[in-house]
């Protein structure tokens, strides 16, 4: 019997690559892949009773499915209390001297495992899985649910954009901004070529779109794309009908944003544009859903009074799946300017429950969606909130018919995915 472990993160709220993660954890165990797993420990977290809450959800989910959670492992905790240069400094410590710090709770299972798994494109991650797998001399294996990194310039340049609009508006000081500035040579030089030796050095690369490589500019022969490596579960799809069945018609003045409050998910290009969309329409709410910080929340709400919809905006934090479709099904459109994705629940989600979708005319919206068949989704050019507005008053205002794009069901997806480990594991 082939033998795994898996190491991912399990904070439902950090968004759709954690769901994605696990439902392949979930996959493995019931494809008869004897599946233990690690949560990658993140201190910051750890403390947060709501946090292990969430997560022992998660991992209750994938327990029930046969997998064996097998305790936590870290890297490089010693500077996870280092104020904002605590990402930076890891990665560059990880890629110096990678150190690694495991609870192991599964007795002499580490010595037999026949594959380590990364479950995200996450360098930590990624080097925890490497050292695993050169420990217990088995296959590595990386899922790239992001591009780890970016070839076109252009793209990269409208990420660093997003970031520099964000420490602006949010209240950066110009010292933060020119050491954004100064981690440029880094992030774009040094850090890149750390970021290929380690993705080479694993046996298998597996994306989940094709997005991924076209994005990263490269195609190597450790890489094998699972094209589309995403649709929603049958779970999914019995809470999504029962839904629309409750609200067939009913649509609420409101639309929605729903991602990770952050700078390259484009919240404030969304305030923006909502405030255009309000003039024409001055009875809309814009909705804000996702995990943010404090000092977040209190940005959002400067910018949405000096945009004058103050009034208009309402923030929520993270909320439970169920939830979160009954209220996009409420909805009338959903603002989605996204800089990065590789193929993206959210807008899966939406189109499935009807609800159009205006986003950034990013490789991973186009070729997931449009090119798949997806009605009801217009794409625009980065940071163009006219052209998002007008189009997202073109939809509303026109009623447009909405599907989503046509993809093998998840049963099938999983499947190839367990289909290739076992080809590729020795």
Excluded at 3 to 15: C, N, Q, S, Y
Excluded at 171 to 176: N, W
Excluded at 186 to 215: A, T, V
Excluded at 337 to 366: C, K, M, N, Q, W
Aim: charged share 30%.
């Amino acid at each position: 019997m082939l033998k795994i472990v898996a190491i991912l993160e399990v904070d439902p709220r950090m968004g759709g690559g954690v769901i994605r993660a696990a439902r392949s954890v979930r996959g493995y165990a019931e494809s008869g892949i004897y599946t233990v797993f690690l949560r990658h420990l993140d201190r910051s977290r750890d403390t947060d009773h709501g946090y292990l809450f969430r997560a022992s959800g998660l991992i209750a989910s994938m327990e029930r499915s046969g997998a064996r959670y097998c305790g936590v492992v870290e890297n490089h905790a010693e500077i996870d209390n280092i104020p904002i240069l605590r990402r930076t400094v890891r990665n560059l410590l990880t890629a110096i001297l990678p150190r690694i710090r495991m609870v192991w709770k599964c007795g002499g299972m580490a010595g037999e495992i026949d594959a380590a798994i990364s479950m995200h494109e996450d360098p930590e991650i990624m080097s925890i899985a490497l050292a695993i797998a050169r420990e217990t001399s088995s296959t590595s294996i990386a899922i790239l649910q992001l591009p780890p990194f970016y070839g076109d310039k252009e793209r990269l340049r409208n990420i660093e954009h997003a970031n520099t609009i964000w420490s602006r508006l949010f209240g950066a000081g110009k010292r933060y901004r020119y050491f954004r500035a100064a981690l440029r040579l880094f992030d774009d030089k040094i850090y890149r070529i750390y970021l290929e030796r380690l993705l080479k050095s694993f046996d298998l690369l597996i994306p989940l779109s094709r997005s991924i490589p076209l994005e990263m500019g490269v195609e190597w022969n450790n890489m094998r794309t699972l094209d589309p490596g995403y649709n929603l579960n049958k779970e999914d799809i019995e809470i999504i009908q029962r839904i629309r069945k409750s609200f067939p018609r009913y649509r609420e003045n409101m639309v929605v944003f729903t991602a990770r409050v952050e700078p390259s998910k484009g919240v404030i290009e969304a305030l923006y544009a909502f405030k255009l969309m309000a003039r024409r329409k001055p009875g809309l709410r814009l909705a804000i859903i996702g995990r943010m910080d404090s000092q977040t929340r209190d940005g959002i709400f400067r910018l949405a009074k000096k945009l004058g919809i103050f009034d208009k905006v309402v923030l929520k934090d993270y909320l439970p799946r169920g939830e979160l479709f009954m209220l996009r099904a409420r909805s009338k459109l959903l603002l989605y300017p996204s800089h990065e994705d590789s193929f993206s629940y959210t807008v899966l989600e939406s189109l499935h429950l009807g609800v159009p979708v205006v986003g950034y005319d990013i490789p991973a919206l186009r070729i997931n969606h449009l090119e798949r068949g997806a009605s009801g989704i217009s794409l625009v050019k980065e940071f163009d909130v006219v052209s998002m507005a007008e189009e997202g008053l073109r939809m509303i205002d026109d009623n447009v018919e909405v599907s989503p794009p046509n993809l093998p069901s998840w049963d099938e997806i999983i499947s190839k995915e367990v289909e290739l480990l076992r080809r590729v594991v020795r």
